[in-house]
């Protein structure tokens, strides 16, 4: 029930939107059951030509007395030509009214998707990294596509009957209650609201069940976006191993099952329609049997009865729909679990209130005994170090020591599980994450390019792009002379990912992206390890015109770059087991002459 009511609050910011609905479904409903009256004016003093009487005992108002009056004065002819007129009247403005309240529900929908949309999304970004290490990509697409329509389904239509159709129900119960005082025996009344309930058991049965499935349903939905994502960004992976046809089964077995748990969906959502129309035509043929002797015996007028039968009937429909609003609650209370569930996972690298800003690096970064896991395994152990500002240093070992682990806990996208990592004395935790990373560029094996255009990938994250500071950026980083003779040079559009160049372009694309911003330290993480000879030497070039003046920790790929370096720090098995020059770690660190002395025959 409270993940129901916080669904509904999602409806609040746009309460006069739905307030406006809630007026057109008050009109409608008054309109739809409307006709009754005009039913027993119709049937009594139009077609039996039978004068309408008030039953005695009863204190009618004065204008009822006076149209009752006013009508039995009429000829039969007459009082038809104007009960037709009402009656076309009535349906167009039903009509009217039943339009504006569906586009206002629907308006409210797309409203609340549009802001849980930007809710999930704003998450997404806050979320630490910790969270996408376990959290499949087409999941959390999943939250965004299908879980969120499944919402919008919920409140157009859901929450749109659940206020209108029970409207409905109150009109006509109305009208039932004007029968009564017409000379309907009471007692049928109460057998009416003994019966009727009944249809409502089969519903609540089903709908719990149809929340179950239709969690598994959206879980699937995730799995199957996850493979798509996973299998068109890899398509050429997937081809040069030749799995098109391995991957095309695994695809339809997963679209198999998602196609059983939907059908499993319908079949219980549409079971519930019949079940509830069976179980009401039951209680109205009993209930119609006893009117009808009523009818014979001369008790009832048969105006008073057409009535009643037209509003107990009309009834059917707001009764089917609210048995069909339970299942659509029911699927849109699992989206709802799904999508609370990503809006309250907890953010793991907060900011303090009173976080200090960085101005500038002024002197050194300093870890000071810190270790990290991932879950339960160490992947860091009491590691100490400095980087003292404008060093290069190169962090070398064998793959799965810890090297990227410990250059992600510089720009803070993971916190070290015990120990501290001092930025000019600050404490990590205790600046913002925001002037942190202002002051950090970061180049990956795994460039990640926006599908944009040159300019707007080098410049991103700045607003006002600097023309002479881009071209001088694009020279430093060896990019300019392949800029320039692309079709629209810096305004080409490179694809998804950067798919439309090479490796070794869209690298110094990358770096060029670090030279922009500025900063003054900068992160290499095996920044060369994919790219060919002749590639690898363009972009060395530029890794080393970028850093001048600037403080740089690099993850090398091949030994020999970083030669250079001003320290070398030996890291396997999450420890620092060797520090020094070059000639310092060759002579005296096994491991890193057995790394180096391997590379060089690889090499040779």
Known sequence: MSKYLRFIKLIIPHAWVFAIAVLCMIATSIISASPAALIIAGVDKVVTSRQIILPEGVAFPDWVVGLVQHINAMSPLHLLNIITALFVLLFALKGFFEFFQTYFMNDVGQRVVRDIREKIYRKLQDLSMDFYDHHPTGQLMSHITYDTELLRDAISTGVADTFYEPLQLLAYVGVIVVTIYMGMPVGLILLAMILFPLMLYPVIRIGKRLKKISKSSQENAGDINNMLFETISGAKLVKSFGMEEYEQKRFMEKNKTFYKLNMKTVKRMKIISPITESTGILCGAVIMWIVAKSIISGQLSVGVFGSFVFALFSMMKPAKKLSNVYG???????????IFDLLDEPVTIHEKEDAREIKAFDDKIVFGDVSFKYDEEIVLNNIDLTVNKGEVIALVGPSGGGKSTLINLIPRFYDPTEGIVKFDGMDLRDVTIRSLRDKIGVVTQETLLFNDTVKANISYGHGDIDEEQLVRVAKAANA???????????????????????????????????????????????????????????????????????????????????????????????RIIGMGSHDELFNTNPLYKKLYEMQFLESA
Do not use: C, W
């Not at 659509?328 to 799904?338: F, G, S, Y």
């Open 480 to 574: 300019h002379q392949f800029i320039k003779d692309f079709p629209e040079g810096y305004d080409t559009v490179i694809g998804e990912r950067g798919l439309k160049i090479s490796g070794g372009q869209r690298q110094r694309i990358a770096i060029a992206r670090a030279i922009y911003k500025n900063p003054p330290i900068l992160i290499f993480d095996e920044a060369t390890s994919q790219l060919d000879t002749e590639s690898e030497k363009l972009v060395q070039d530029a890794i080393n015109n970028l850093m001048q003046g600037r403080t740089v920790i690099v993850i090398a790929h091949r030994l020999s770059t970083v030669t250079h370096a001003d320290k070398i720090v030996v890291i396997d098995k999450g």
């Open 328 to 338: 659509i609650n029911q699927r849109a209370l699992a989206a709802t679990e799904r």
